[in-house]
């Protein structure tokens, strides 16, 4: 996940409109295990969950990801383009 991340076109976008969060998934907090079970065949990690300000969840999903896959989601939460 940090080669995606730290991708060129990725991180410029997550800096500027997100806040990120890394939680333990063995010992994850109540509210993070209920953001999880919205993930529809969440089956490996990691997971990538998107919520807004209030943490209400947006989007999301399980499993590694490429640039351009993370980068299409980030821009329909952001409504921006390439």
């Given amino acids: 996940m940090e080669g995606v991340v730290s ?3 990725v991180a410029p976008i997550l800096q500027e409109h997100f806040v990120g969060l890394a939680a333990d998934a063995d ?3 109540p509210d993070v295990v209920q953001l999880a079970m919205k993930l529809e065949g969440a ?3 990691p997971f990538v ?3 807004d300000g209030q943490g209400e969840f947006l989007d999301g999903y399980s499993g590694t990801t ?3 896959y993370f980068l299409k989601t980030i821009q329909k939460l952001t409504g921006l383009t390439s």
Avoid: D, N, R, V
């Fill in 49 to 51: 969950i998107f919520t």
């Fill in 7 to 9: 991708h060129p076109q």
């Fill in 43 to 45: 089956m490996m990690l």
């Fill in 66 to 68: 490429t640039p351009p």
């Fill in 27 to 29: 010992a994850a907090e």
